[in-house]
């Protein structure tokens, strides 16, 4: 069975503060990790994966996220937080079949 | 077609009606998700289909709840009797096999309220 933890339903960070959007996982299989952004009124759309190799994934907007596998982790980083980041952000496992996403953490950004 | 395709894209409804949510997935997609979006909730993941196998429904809450997929392509989930707590957004997604490596295109969802 494979579940995801997001940490902190809701995280507020300072414009140009770093972010960090923590992610832990759970899989009996080596996993694929995935972080998804929504937008107020938006859909949600992929920010960056994992599925293998390099263990350091750079996405959109400037986000990254590293795969740590000692720790069961794939938390998601932003060197400087600007205003158009504000959204919901969710952390996602999956492996031969379904995708199981965590429960999505609401990013505020304080001017 | 460009996109996945949901609708409606919003439905009232009162309480113990039968309702039914239509998806179209991005052409050539074999994977087709539902999850459910509850109001400050997660994504809930509801059924899966890859295919002609037989789909994984293990997340459907209630026997109420049903998804059928015809000829591999566009796919209907059906609430019965609707109870006021199935309100929530259905979200459908597709991606183009069953390797999960493989991103997920999701839809603008299907907004449901039980009046």
């Known amino acids: 069975a494979q579940s995801v933890t997001q940490l902190g339903s809701h995280v507020s960070v300072s414009e140009g503060a770093l972010v960090l959007l923590r992610c832990n996982y759970s899989s009996s299989v080596p996993p694929y990790l995935f972080w998804y952004v929504q937008y107020p009124n938006q859909g949600l759309q992929l920010l960056l994966k994992?599925?293998?190799?390099?263990?350091l994934v750079k996405g959109i907007n400037g986000f990254e996220a590293e795969f740590k596998k000692s720790e069961t982790s794939f938390h998601l980083t932003k060197p400087s937080a600007h205003m158009s980041d504000a959204a919901e952000y969710f952390c996602a496992v999956g492996s031969a079949s379904k995708i199981i996403f965590g429960s999505g953490t609401r990013l505020s950004i304080r001017p | 077609g460009a996109g996945v395709s949901q609708s409606p894209s919003n439905k009232v409804t009162e309480k113990g009606k039968d309702v039914e949510l239509r998806c179209d997935p991005i052409?050539?997609?074999?994977?087709l998700y539902w999850y459910r979006q509850s109001l400050g909730q997660g994504l809930e993941f509801l059924i899966y289909f890859q295919g002609n196998s037989a789909p994984d429904k293990s997340g459907l809450p209630s026997d109420r709840f049903s998804a059928e997929r015809t000829g591999g392509s566009v796919s209907t989930l059906t609430i019965q009797r609707t109870q006021q707590e199935d309100s929530a957004v259905y979200l459908c997604?597709?991606?183009?096999?069953?390797?999960?490596?493989?991103?997920?295109?999701f839809g603008e969802g299907s907004w449901l309220t039980v009046v």
């Open positions: 052409s050539g997609h074999t994977a």
């Open positions: 994992y599925t293998t190799g390099a263990t």
């Open positions: 997604a597709s991606s183009f096999d069953r390797s999960s490596g493989n991103t997920i295109y």
